[in-house]
């Protein structure tokens, strides 16, 4: 879904590949909601609406208002998709969450957070015992256990990294990646108003900045780093930059 957004702000002037974009669009979103995702489709949406508020002040007056009339179309197609899933019974874990929700605005007070919320408490008071080194890195399941709660992971990367490896981890592993972050958004602002910028090296900047973007967000409701499948998509990003700066280098000469 990242790709394909760079790539629709990208290819400006190609009509057929704007609209398969889209479409690929839409049924990476649809796919996140069949398989009831949620915090990865918070994470997508936050990234999403980041990539297209930076490309649109980029965009002229005629691109904007393609865009908006291709997005309202796309916005209205996904709405008639996801009403036939939830006639079919396909979003059920999103009606229980949606209903907690309105069920807090009542006096029937429930915990929208999967319990989220109990563990990081927990966490936060294991870290505290803990300060500079942390437990141990993935001694978070053999230590909650003697509070009686049942579960393996903080979900919460930065706090699980602060209870398993103190301030230190925390410094060594959270922080460099939050400094790449900020500037990967840095390089990515410059050349979107670079008025010879090349597709390419925008779509590369942009899908660095996206998976980036996408983990942090992630990172507050689900230990990212410690899933194998984590890595090898960040090392995209890290590659996509690396290719962004040194192509961006060699065509200033």
């Known amino acids: 879904l990242i790709f394909s957004l760079n790539c629709y702000f990208a290819g400006q002037k190609m009509a057929k590949l704007k609209i398969l974009n889209v479409i690929n669009i839409i049924l990476c979103f649809l796919g996140m909601l069949c398989v009831n995702r949620k915090g990865e489709l918070l994470a997508l949406l936050a990234t999403s609406f980041l990539l297209y508020r930076d490309h ?19 916005a209205i197609l996904t709405a008639i998709v996801v009403a036939y899933m939830a006639q079919k019974g396909y979003l059920v874990r999103f009606y229980i969450f949606f209903n907690k929700i309105i069920r807090n605005f009542s006096k ?17 008071k294991i870290f505290k015992q803990n ?9 978070f399941s053999a230590k909650i ?36 972050l900020i500037r990967t958004y840095h390089y990515m602002r ?6 010879q910028s090349q597709s390419i090296i925008r779509i590369a900047y942009t899908t660095s900045f996206g998976i980036q973007f996408f983990f ?9 780093i410690y899933k194998m499948n984590f890595w ?22």
């Open 190 to 195: 410059r050349y979107l108003y670079n008025e």
């Open 131 to 139: 300060p500079v080194f942390g437990i141990g890195w993935e001694n």
């Open 56 to 74: 649109m002040k980029k965009s002229s007056k005629k691109e904007k208002v393609k865009t908006r009339h291709m997005f309202i179309f796309a």
């Open 145 to 180: 256990p003697e509070y009686n709660i049942d579960t393996v992971k903080v979900h919460n990367n930065f706090i699980q990294l602060l209870c398993e490896t103190g301030v230190i981890g925390f410094v060594l592993i959270a922080l460099p990646m939050m400094m790449l």
């Open 232 to 253: 090898p998509i960040y090392t995209i990003s890290i590659m996509s930059l690396i290719f962004a700066r040194t192509y961006e280098k060699n065509t200033k000469f």
């Open 216 to 224: 942090f967000v992630l990172d507050f409701i689900d230990p990212c």
């Open 108 to 124: 029937d007070k429930v915990d929208i957070s999967s319990g989220r919320i109990i563990i990081w408490k927990y966490a936060i």
